[in-house]
């Protein structure tokens, strides 16, 4: 368990960094998707060398691939109508939860009475993240990227059991994800803007894809060592970093008290934690 809950915390403080890279983009549609086509491009040489994985887990990387399309349009929009410290906390937090339910419901990852009790706390802090001055539809794109995040997430905790190969599934994601959203991009007549931007900010794309890779890849690995609500719910621990980055570098003006706010939901965490070991 201390295996799992090390890889994590790792991919959470991975994550609320490229979020924050999507946030501060001048085309925040082109950023994400950008990451996640320089991360495919990235991991494809270390796919030649330890092979694809088996057919069993392809129904689910096809699954993966097109949820994320929903995922990346929700994340997308929510970043530009609302502040980061909202939209980032709110999307993660509620995401983890609605995985932690689904793991014990669909997967049969068992939550103690301990456990579920710190899920209803970080569920508490979740809805203090809101306000009078929130905006709904910030919120309500928050919401649906929650969904997905829940919906790939029990995909990807059940592809990666059927694998091998944790570590090797969580690569073979990234290719696929990068098609689908290129499919939706090229659909949408983003196409254009893309090779643009490609030439100016491949840089920034590759080193932010880098880190996206890794930082999925190391949930799909302490998946294998853990219940997928333990992990994801412990992952989510990134949404303080994500409300102290709003407040400090962004100056979002509700970023201050969205961090208590973050606080507590890091409370419920920590007792979920307590109550997992």
């Known amino acids: 368990m201390l295996g799992a809950t090390v890889l994590a915390l790792t991919s959470a403080a991975l994550h609320a960094s490229w979020n924050l890279l999507v946030k501060t983009a001048p085309a925040r549609d082109l950023m994400a998707w950008g990451q996640f086509v ?8 270390v796919l030649v060398v330890l092979g694809w994985p088996e057919p069993a887990t392809w129904p689910y990387l096809a699954a993966s691939a097109v949820v994320h399309v929903g995922y990346v349009t929700g994340l997308v929009q929510a970043y530009t109508h609302g502040d980061f410290s909202l939209a980032y906390p709110l999307a993660r937090g509620a995401g983890a939860l609605l995985a932690a339910v689904g793991g014990a419901l669909l997967l049969g990852d068992g939550l103690s009475a301990a456990a579920w009790a710190a899920v209803v706390v970080v569920g508490g802090g979740l809805a203090s993240l809101g306000g009078r001055r929130a905006s709904s539809e910030a919120i309500g794109w928050a919401l649906f990227t929650a969904a997905c995040i829940a919906t790939y997430t029990l995909i990807d905790a059940r592809g990666a059991r059927t694998a091998d190969s944790g570590v090797v599934y969580g690569l073979a994601t990234m290719p696929c994800i ?3 959203l290129t499919i939706a991009g090229v659909a949408r007549g983003r196409g254009q803007a893309f090779v643009g931007a490609l030439r100016t900010d491949w840089r ?3 080193l932010a894809g880098l880190g996206l890779c890794a930082a999925y890849t190391l949930v799909l690995v302490a998946i294998r060592q853990a219940p997928v609500g333990y992990v994801a719910v412990l992952r989510e621990s990134s949404v303080v970093f994500g409300a102290l980055l709003g407040w400090l570098l962004l100056h979002e003006a509700l970023g201050g008290r969205r961090l208590v706010s973050s606080v507590v939901i890091l409370v419920g965490l920590v007792g979920l934690v307590a109550a997992s070991w």
């Open 38 to 45: 320089l991360g495919g491009l990235l991991v494809v040489p």
């Open 204 to 206: 920034t794309w590759a």
């Open 178 to 180: 990068a098609v689908s």
